[in-house]
């Protein structure tokens, strides 16, 4: 058996949680003898969506794959970023357009070879409470077109852009970014034995649940955030207050401090022969 250690880390807030982000994982990824880490960016620029400086400064810290969701699309500047840099993926349900309307810019999932291991990293995005895009149920059966964690026999791999990619994956990890508990959790058994590692990002809180579904999927619901945790999901509380009491959309604005931010996520150890989950953690 080899086992490899994955470290998903939470959504990164501001410049605060880019800071906290370039303080702390280096010395998780050296003390916990991380092998492969996935960091989700998408409120790295002032809370909402990312700026090239901010995927650079992400990937210096120690990130192999940086993963986002709705607020992607916030910054244009960035979606050239999206186009060329393999490693940095947005939801991989949305639209993939037809003959007459282009796909959106990028990738939804990323194939990583690193140590002689290989990695699927899948970005999905969910639909409860959040734009009605594509399905990521189906979504998750059509870009990986796997069964049990594997690739059906002589049934290559074929991304949404219609790239083939290699047939054995031993190691499938999904960041789900949702709204729902409810949908977060019924995709994770959705893929439970097909996956080895699912954990939902989007409501910046950290859940408890941690654990290994029945067929060999580690799972939690929400790995929480980076960034300021004396805040409401990383923004400034007295703006959050104002919104919520009197109904005003003002302008929101990340929460700083003289204090050190905090990193949330979770460490995971995956059987590299099997593809299945040993154990998972908060941190």
């Known amino acids: 058996m080899k086992i490899v250690k994955i470290a998903m880390i939470g959504d990164v807030v501001g410049e ?33 969506g990312m700026l090239p400086n901010d995927y650079k400064r992400i990937m210096a810290a120690g990130a192999n794959v940086v ?19 393999g490693n940095m993926l947005r939801p991989a349900n949305y639209p993939r357009g037809s003959a007459v309307i282009q796909s959106v810019s990028g990738a939804g999932f990323a194939c990583v070879n690193k140590e002689h291991i290989s990695y699927i990293v899948l970005n999905l995005q969910g ?11 189906q979504s998750f059966d059509h870009v990986l077109g796997i069964h049990l964690g594997r690739a059906a026999d002589n049934h290559p791999l074929v991304s949404g852009d219609g790239v083939s990619i290699p047939t ?12 729902s508990s409810r949908e977060k959790e019924a995709l994770a058994y959705f893929v439970d034995g097909r996956a080895s590692l699912i954990a939902g990002t989007h409501t910046h809180v950290q859940t408890a649940d941690e654990r290994i579904l029945p067929k060999g999927t580690a799972y939690i619901t929400d790995l929480g955030m ?40 979770i460490i995971a150890e995956i059987d590299a022969e099997t593809g299945d989950a040993v154990s998972i953690r908060r941190i």
């Not at 054995?168 to 709204?179: K, L």
């Not at 007295?238 to 204090?259: D, F, G, Q």
């Open 16 to 48: 605060f949680g880019l800071r906290t982000l370039e303080e702390k994982l280096p010395v998780l990824i050296k003390e916990e003898n991380i092998d492969f880490v996935t960091v989700n960016g998408e409120n790295a620029a002032a809370g909402f």
């Open 127 to 137: 639909r409860e409470f959040m734009t009605a895009i594509d399905c990521p149920f």
């Open 67 to 85: 993963t986002s969701g709705n607020h992607i699309w916030e910054n244009r500047e960035f979606w050239s970023v999206l186009e060329t840099e």
């Open 226 to 265: 980076t960034g300021n945790t004396d805040s409401v999901i990383g923004m400034n509380p007295k703006i959050c207050l104002e919104r919520s009491t009197k109904h005003v959309l003002y302008h929101m604005e990340t929460a700083e401090s003289e204090k050190t931010g905090k990193m949330q996520g």
């Open 168 to 179: 054995a994956f031993p190691i499938i990890i999904i960041d789900f970014h949702a709204e």
